[in-house]
């Protein structure tokens, strides 16, 4: 790879180089050591032994020294001691794939499109229900001809287009309207786009429609997801040609106001309101047909994964504010359902159904989180961190201990499961098979989908700009009247009643509600979900909830290190560090909270509300 | 009541809008601010010079609660809210009662627009809160809207509405300097006070923010307590003028007789040093 | 309730010695070190080692049981300073070096604990287990009507040597004059050729020692486990906060205080394990009412 260097090299090791290989070195060993057996006290220093003469010590003394090595040359590259022109190639690929495909011609456009729907369709293969068998020729074709196919072909080919419509926009606007330009086409596009949608689907649609099928009479719950599903996808398809109807009278009206507003309107309005609607329809869909691996990994962990980390994201993110015992908040929904299910020793005055806690649990959670915030959230912002912590904790040790109240270690009764019992609509929670599982995945996404939009218009109305004040500059933005106590406080009670609702959740798909569910663990996790997706974006922190979740259920079962369940925790930790040394704003990030941290490294304003900067910043 | 040039009317009997009465600060063994007492009439621009390190910010930041001093009375008498002593006010009851400020080394929220920033100021005192902005609340739309509006008027006074969607941090000095005006002014002020806007300017800078606050002060009837050490700005702009000296008045008056006063003189003398390498 | 008392004073001595660190750094740097508790854990595992191959009988001389000692305590005291400051040289300095918002201090911060801590479950094992103990439980004297043991008085000399010590560091020694320069304003002290990282570090390895040390004590009291620095740690943040955070004396006075005040209650209601609820109520309470602590801030910056 590395071409002739034309120069020769004047080779010096120092010091420094030595440093580095060394370090290196060691990190190689730090690895073995993590990915080794598990070591025992009562054999001393056979741990860290056993560890190394594993045939991990080899692979990873390898690793090290030739990361070493590789490192120290990189070091002479970067200074010019030494002369590398073979590196330059690696400067050709060019590395922003969106303007690569909007600077594209017709041909390379239309080879960007094969290869998109020949990675649908390999998409489509792989989390088909034969995942583990190997893939034959008419397997291939027989997935082909499976219509869970054409609604990946469809989204595909729908992105391109909007993305071309968005390329567009920007340069033709001028032009003469066309025939697609007309609205009765926009919205007849839509609604046919919806009933493709709703046809992918459920395969017998147009059969079903024309014997009537229309009507609320699920036999099972599964024929009652097929018909709502459907009744989604054409209504999302009627609003999506609606609103490609109305754009350009939006478009007008947008005139100035701002940013956010302005560009959300008048260039990717298309293209955001396709996004959010592919993304629903996958995350509505997808779950029923891809692999039981996945179906698990969705159910068990990524969903309330989102849920909590989507509440975390308004501390940290929007607030800027560190909140280490965000578990805590959960306990108290979890055993709000658990006291008015009656599945306590301490009996309510009245059980009630568990959709009617959520609330309470709300008021419960949110009402904690002030009292712990108001009196901490006067001072600089690093005791909010710590007495989160130290209030994690002892909602731990109280639930454990407090026997009489909470059960203890033992864990509680059942606590109340969603039911919901009206005319045509039946729902219950109930037994743990996956048609169970599958209920309970709705369930959070009707949970998910209303907070998300709900934090979203948060964070671009009046509070989000006043928490964005407060994290930059707090001085000033009370100068302008903003109360950064109030919205601190405020903050931290939303972001704590997310939890609250979580713990309801959780607790109704559980059962028996143990106390080690809410240990300390489990905060510093969700915090490492929204820290690892880029505190602020909830997109970020979406995905980073899935990625995290996928990664520590595909460790559990693709084992090629020696994992065990308590390991997660050493890489999670590992990650934090990582993320705030390389990358702090997150692996997407928000535009805003990047420029603050970029801002911030300037000495120009601050980026979060933890207080004064920390000293002895100079080297 | 969409007042967008706020053409607040004195309402109050007494025509002062400030009253500072024996205002003393300390930190540790430092006295910032000894026994300074001062008073501004309705309408007017006034100004406090004073050489370095002479307790004009301290006296702002009395002014606007960012310190507390330990003696003195703070008396404002605002048209809305009747009269208020300011001491031990938090900074942003102080807004929200009619006073507000800029600041000496100007701070804007680096990583907002231009638009975003003034909105800022002008939805502070809005009512509407978390519910109405996650619920898109009719009360919340129109508030936004009268802000958004608001807001615009702002820009078109302080004339930055072609930077509308800029990052504050990528503007030029001078426009951030107006950039700040205009988002102090956006909290409805009766009362501005400006911490040396046109410190870090450029002379053709000055000339158009001198013409800037006296339209403010002309067109909006908003009072003007002014910082600067340009003393050509201040004796164009301002109607009095306090001097400061190590945290005492030692002079006030016109700005005929200011110029005049031997003790002024000697004060800047003394300092023009000091401000030759600033 | 005299021998509650008298728990509470030697089960607070070392709460004040991890306070200790906890207060230096939050004086140079005004931040929390939250990883401190896996300086503890690793002081604990350092003086497991140290006496699990000194101590290989229960048979030894008096002589040889304090040299063994006082070699735990250096052992133990010298890990934990590694530890400190490679937890500085890994977690804080990349993030100094780019200065770096607050905010991400404390996620690395909370990440190299949780990461220290875990790493330790993986490399000795999750399990508790107890150490060989030097210090023989022979001997016993009642003072007041509290039962003290020789631990007791080995923990008191101990840390008094100890205390005694970072205050002549702190307040006689070049180094300690460097750390209060830095403490007061960084970037003067840089300009007046205080070299302020390795000023920092220093900082980092006193607290370090502090805390291996304190870490050795609780593990010979109780048992050695990965986990075994976060309650204590917790607890020894509140003793920082109770003496004034960035108060040396503060600290240590903190440190007995907190004792005593979580014992007595746990004499009236026979609930150990409402040990770390009284704790975190003393935190709460002493942030609410008096922020900078009984005795205020010192080391430099007031207030």
Known sequence: MIGPSRILPKWRLDLEDLRLFSTCLAGGLLLAVMTGPEGDLSTPLYTVGHALFTTHVIGFIIFGVVLGAFMVYNKKVRSGILNATGRNWIKAIPTNVKSFILSSGLIEKIIIGVVALVAALLIADFTGPNVSNKMSWNQLVGQLLHTRTYGYIAIVFWLLNTMRVRARSKDEVSKAPSFFDAKWVKVLGGVLAGLVFAACADPWLPVRFSLSYFKWSGSSDRDFFHHWTTYLWTFCGLLIGIRAALQDQMQRRAVVVSRWKARHIKVSANTRFALYAGALFIAVEAPKFISPFWQETIFQQIGIFCLLAVGLNVVIGFAGLLDLGYVAFYALGAYTNAYFSGALPIHPPFTINTFFVVPLAILVAMLAGVILGLPTLRLSGDYLAIVTLGFGEIIYVLASNLTNITDGAAGTGPAGSFSMNLPGVHFALSGFAIQDDLNFYYLLLAFIIPILFFFNSLNHSKVGRSWAAIREDETAARSLGINGLKYKVMAFAIGASTSGVAGVLSSAKLGPIFPSDFALQVSITVVVLVIFGGMGSITGVLLGAAFIGWILQFLIFHSFIDYNQADKYMYLGAILILTMIFRPQGMIPSKRRMREFKNAEADLGSADAVGPAVGGGLT | ?278 | MASFVALGIFTGLIYSLVAIGYTLVYGVLRLINFAHSEVLMSGGFAGYYFLHYTMKTTDVSTTLRVLILIGAVVASGAVGAIVAIGIERFAYRPLRRRNAPKLTYLISAIGASFFLSNFAGKAFGHNPSATAQPITSNYSWKILGAQISAFDVVLLLVTAVLFLAVNTLVTKSKVGRSIRAVAQDAETASLMGVNVNSTIASTFAIGGFMGGVAGLFIAMSTTVDFNMGFTPALLAFTAAVLGGIGNIRGAMAGGVLLGIFMYVPIYWIHQPFYEPVIGFTILVLVLMVRPTGLFGESLGRSA
């Open chain 2, 1 to 278: 009541m969409s007042d967008v040039t706020n053409t607040t009317t004195p309402v109050m009997t007494t025509d002062n809008i400030f009253e500072v009465q024996n205002v003393t600060l300390r930190f540790g063994g430092v006295t910032s601010l000894n026994n300074v007492s001062l008073e501004q009439h309705r309408g007017e621009i006034l100004a406090v010079i004073g050489p370095n390190g002479a307790g004009k910010t301290s006296l702002f930041n009395c002014l606007t609660g960012v310190y507390r001093p330990q003696e003195g009375i703070i008396n404002f008498h605002a048209a809305k809210h009747g009269t208020v002593d300011l001491v031990g006010k938090q900074p942003h009851r102080i807004c929200h009662m009619g006073v507000a400020r800029t600041f000496q080394t100007s701070r804007m929220f680096n990583a907002l627009t231009t638009f975003e920033n003034i909105k800022i100021g002008v939805e502070a005192s809005q009512k509407s809160g978390p519910i109405g902005a996650m619920l898109h609340l009719p009360r919340t739309r129109r508030e936004e809207r009268e802000s958004d509006h608001r807001t615009l008027d702002l820009l078109e006074l302080v004339g930055l509405t072609h930077r509308l969607n800029t990052m504050a941090d990528s503007l030029p000095y001078g426009d951030r300097r107006r950039l700040e005006i205009a988002r102090a002014l956006g909290t409805n002020p009766e009362v501005l006070l400006l911490d040396e806007p046109a410190a870090g300017t450029n002379p053709s800078e000055k000339l158009a923010l001198a013409e800037l606050i006296r339209t403010i002060n002309k067109e909006t009837g908003t009072s003007i307590l002014l910082i600067e050490h340009d003393m050509r700005l201040v004796m164009s702009l301002a109607e009095r003028i306090y001097v400061l000296n190590f945290g005492e008045v030692i002079a006030s008056g016109q700005p005929a007789q200011i110029q005049q006063n031997p003790e002024v003189v000697a004060a800047y003398l003394g300092a023009t040093a000091d401000e030759g390498d600033a």
